[in-house]
């Protein structure tokens, strides 16, 4: 038994969408949640930007206690793990890629054709092809940068029709150009406008990665007997900045139950 904190990491408020999905597979688990929104977004910067900022956020993770750090963010999951297992050899370091890979190899089949969306730097690794191939190398998979996703989201108006036409465009060529029938949201932003999507894409079949994310967890948790005691665990909320655009992005996130919401510079 562990009753530390999960710590779990985002470039910003885009990781509070896995946090109904590790409560509903992890209800007695402790959440520690940093989302470093003064930095924002990482999917535009340079790699070495993204894993310097992602290594201060682990750092900070573990020093509030966490016993396992898991990056929702895709960014981070893309070119940072390796350099956090290098610097944090005793912390089981988890990211969102892999487990959205092996769902992905469960559920899909060569005759699908799978398109991935995330940030330049998601889509540059090639981190998804990567994970999806090594465990399904028959797997069409077509990933497209989408960089006016996540500007248009933080400035709240995941909802307007500048982000429809937005989405339009960009799923709209995979569409056309590839003819996907799944569709990966490889961008934790990307679930605050899944509505979207589905209005304008109706025949295509969301894969939101956050959910075997939570699975991945619950399993590596079991298999190191870390779980935490039978109690409702505590969920901490750091954001590094608590702008308006984040409080009112939480509240269309409808996070069900308690959490503390606090601020601390990285
Ligand atoms: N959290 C990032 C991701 O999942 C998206 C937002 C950003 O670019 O920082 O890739």
């Not at 038994?1 to 209800?27: K, W």
């Not at 702008?243 to 269309?252: A, C, T």
């Not at 996070?255 to 601020?263: S, V």
Request: hydrophobic share 40%.
């Amino acid at each position: 038994m562990d009753d530390r904190p999960i710590g779990i990491f985002d470039s910003g408020v885009g990781g509070l969408t896995s946090i109904n999905a590790f409560s509903e597979v992890l209800p007695h688990e402790s959440i520690l949640y940093f989302g470093d929104t003064a930095r924002a977004p990482y999917g535009s910067k340079s790699p070495a930007t993204v894993v310097s900022f992602s290594k201060e956020t682990a750092q900070f993770l573990i020093n509030n206690g966490a016993k396992i750090l898991v990056a929702a963010c895709n960014t981070s999951s893309a070119i940072a793990l390796d350099e956090l297992r290098r610097q944090f050899p005793g912390m089981i370091v988890q990211g969102i890629i892999e487990p959205c890979a092996e769902q992905i190899a469960s559920e899909c089949t060569v005759e699908d054709s799978i398109g991935i969306i995330a940030t330049p730097v998601t889509v540059q690794s090639g981190a998804y092809e990567r994970a999806i191939h090594a465990i399904a190398p028959g797997l069409k998979v077509h990933a497209l940068a989408c960089p006016d996703f996540v500007p248009l989201i933080e400035s709240g108006s995941y909802a307007s029709k500048t982000m429809e036409a937005a989405v339009d465009h960009q799923v709209g060529q995979l569409v056309e150009e590839f003819s996907i029938n799944v569709l990966v949201l490889g961008c934790t932003h990307y679930p605050i406008i899944r509505g979207i999507i589905e209005k304008l894409f109706p025949q295509l079949r969301i894969i939101d990665p956050s959910a075997a994310l939570a699975k991945k967890t619950k399993q590596i948790l079991e298999e190191n007997d870390m779980q935490a005691s039978e109690w409702p665990g505590q969920r901490t909320f750091y954001a590094s900045d608590l702008s308006p655009k984040f409080l009112g992005v939480i509240e269309k996130l409808g996070i069900k139950g308690d959490y503390a919401l606090l601020q601390h510079r990285l």
